[in-house]
Each structure stands twice: as C-alpha cells, then as structure tokens.
C-alpha cells in the first residue's frame, strides 16, 4: 500500500532526527482540551465551590460564539451555533434560548476578570463535557468534532467491548485496538529488535533518546490504526499518499484522543537494584488488558526484559507479566501503583530470576 510506505519513510524521518522530549504534567493546575486542542488563558481555570470558571471570552469565543458583555447590567450575551445564551455576574440563573437553568455557581469576578462555569456555558452550546479528575482536565467537544462523530457509531465487536470494558462505541473500540497493538504487540518486538541500540542508552542513561524511541512507536501505532479506521470509514483511499492524507490521519489522531501525551503519560528512568528501569506510564482506561504500568528494563549490561501491570478481565484486579523476547509469563497479583510495580519487579530480580538468560548482542538491530 502506498499509503504506509509514505509513512514509514516520514516516520523513519523523524526517529533520525529525535523525537521532541514530552513536558511533564502538571500535577495541580487544571487544564482544558477543546477538540483535541490544549486551551490557554490568562488568568488560569479555577476550582469554586466544586465547579471549574475559566475567562468569560477567552472559552466563549474559543466555542466559535459572539460575546458581549453589557456593563451596566453585569450581563453576558453569547451566541453560536443557533443558540443564544445569557448570565448575569452573581446570578444562579442561566437563560439558554429563553429557558432557565440553575447553575450551582454563578459568574463572578476574580481580580478584576469575569469567570463563567465551564461546563455550563459548554453544555449551553451544545458541547459534551468531561471531567477526568485524575488529571485535573476538562475536556470538551463541540457538535461537529470528528472524534464525537465517530463516538456515535457502534464498536464492530460490541461484544469484545462488553468484555473488555470499553462499550459498544467505535472510537473507544479505535483507542482500545491501538493501545493493545502498542502494549502487546509493537513495543515489545521494537524493544528486542532494537535491544543493542536501547542498552547502550540505558549505559548513557540517555533518558531523551529512550522517551523519544516510545514516543516514536506509539505514533507509529496511532498512524495505522487511524489510517485503517479512516480506510473503512471511507475517509481516506487506501491509495492516497498526499500530503492531505497525512495531515488527515494527524488530525484525526488528535481528534481520536490518540496524540502521544494524551496516552503516554510519562517516561522516566528508576534504578532497580542493578537493572536500569525505563518506566512508561500510560493512560489508565480501566479496560481489561491494558496497563498503566510497563517497564523495559535492561540488568547483567546486555540483557531486557519487558514487564506490564495490566488489568484482569474479571474485574479490578491486575496481573504482572514478564517478556524476554520469546514469550510472556505471569507473575501474580499486584497492586496497580507505582510503588506495588517498582517492588514486584525488584522482587523479581532478588529472587534470582533472568539469570540464565543468553546475551543479546543487538544483532536484530538494522540501520
């Protein structure tokens, strides 16, 4: 197919020159995506009375609404989308096309600028709002979004998603079927395959370098699996190798929730003992099979090895695997945290475990 041989070499491109170094997140400040896109403002989102207010024009005018704001009132006008919105500074009372809804915090002022509830004024223009409390992130989607078009399609399999978790909805089904190709699959054969390469990092302690080779297949994995998505959609020709079909795929990518830090959380490098740990948080979605923990990790200089704290199908319980490139095993019941993962794996290695295993001289590598 053309179409992945233009990706492959673009891909092949941007591992030569370095993947960018992901920022970390931020542990408190709250953060707003609008389709997909990180919202800025100048005086930052605030939590009041359990409720997030953000700058009146700055989310109106990013909803695609005319805003005015009538002084002598206290009075907000928004308009968009054929709804017409209207609020008054310290008033409960919300008129959405003339009908009133009571909202559990009013717009006030804050050192001299005028918030408005988020949800409320989004939900106004016909938006879907979520809340993902352990990121502190508010994510919105207008009416037109890609990513909630693709949402009100049924899964392929809503069986498999009724088992794994994930439900009867394409773009769950697209998400899960991308994180499973990338944990199961593309991460572990990359590793091996490129095992010389990654250990002379781990002796550098390269830490930039080893973020940008997860970086680099995770997008790998995201391009397929929205290309494929978009192929049976009939978005996309599976023939078309323009630059209008990449920028299509990347947009969708975000749209789809699938951009790199909105599932790679954080990479970082621990100590273990006398292995070297390269520790990759991942989006924890709750769906069987998927992990929020994974560690490559490199002991003895020369040898890896795989492990993944990933949740069970029956429920909340999650499972250590280990993977030395030629099969994968379990090792029993762990706490999904860090700390429990870190532990398990070090317990892992005091026990003596790996130690038979052949030198890998990197020979799998290719340029």
Known sequence: MKLRKILSLILALSLMAGAPAMSALAETEIKVILNGEDLTFDVPPQMIGGRTLVPMRAIFEALGALVHYDEPTKTIFASAVGRKISMQIGNNVMLVDGKELVLDVPPQVVDNRTLVPIR??????????????????????????????????????????????????????????????????????ATFQYAGTLIELFREKDLEELKGFVEYFWT???????????????????????????????????????????????????????????????????????????????????????FQLARDISGGKYTLYVNDGYGQGELGTVENTREAFLA?????????????????????DTE
């Open 120 to 189: 409320a004024v989004s939900e106004g223009l016909d938006a879907l709002v979520n809340w993902l409390d352990k990121t502190k992130t508010v994510v919105i989607e207008t009416a037109d979004f890609p990513g909630r078009l693709l949402a009100a399609l049924k899964a392929l399999d809503p069986d498999r998603g009724a088992a794994m978790g994930y439900g009867n909805s394409r773009l769950r089904e697209t998400q899960y079927d991308t994180r499973s190709d990338f944990e199961h699959e593309t991460l572990s054969a």
């Open 220 to 306: 790998y994995v995201a391009i397929y699996g929205v290309a494929d998505t978009l192929i049976a959609l009939g978005e996309l020709d599976p023939q078309d190798d323009s630059e209008r079909a990449l920028g299509l795929i990347l947009d969708r990518i975000r749209d789809y929730g699938l951009a790199e830090n909105r599932q790679v959380l954080d990479v970082s490098l621990e100590e273990i003992g006398n292995a070297q740990a390269l520790i990759i948080r991942m989006q924890d979605t709750g769906w069987a099979h998927l992990s929020e923990h994974i560690a490559i990790v490199c002991y003895d200089s020369w040898s890896m090895l795989i």
């Open 344 to 364: 398990a794996i070090g317990e892992f290695f005091a026990e003596g475990n790996g130690e038979d295993t052949e030198e890998d001289t990197g020979e799998g």
